[in-house]
Nanobody, 116 residues
Framework: QVQLAESGGGLVQAGGSLRLSCTAS????????MGWYRQAPGKQRGLVALIASGGTTHYADSLKGRCAISRDNAKNTVYLQMNSLTPEDTAVYYC??????????WGQGNQVSVSS
């Protein structure tokens, strides 16, 4: 059974940092793209950052310069380092793994709350 297990969320003060981790199990994810999405209350889920199997990265404009995505294929793990957090970054953060339009997976979600 394929699973994506997220960790590292929680409550942080504005201006602080968090590092999210997502470890995949059940198959090898080194050939797929992995990424992070987030969903704030009352809003649609949106992209935060993506990293391709070869390491190419892409960031949403709202977080560009404040976060960094990385992956460790040997550990089947993807990371998201977020800095200079603001209350607007409060959301449930979801890990995702993508192979093709019919083969993709979501994590269960991890709450990140930023207090002012």
């Amino acid at each position: 059974q394929v699973q994506l297990a997220e960790s590292g969320g929680g409550l942080v003060q504005a201006g602080g940092s968090l590092r999210l981790s997502c470890t995949a199990s059940g198959r090898c994810f080194s050939t797929g793209a992995m990424g992070w999405y987030r969903q704030a209350p009352g809003k649609q889920r949106g992209l935060v950052a993506l990293i391709a199997s070869g390491g190419t990265t892409h960031y949403a404009d709202s977080l560009k310069g404040r976060c960094a995505i990385s992956r460790d294929n040997a550990k089947n793990t993807v990371y998201l380092q977020m800095n200079s957090l603001t209350p607007e970054d409060t959301a449930v953060y979801y890990c995702a793994a993508y192979f093709n339009e019919h083969d993709y997976y979501w994590g269960q979600g991890n709450q990140v709350s930023v207090s002012s």
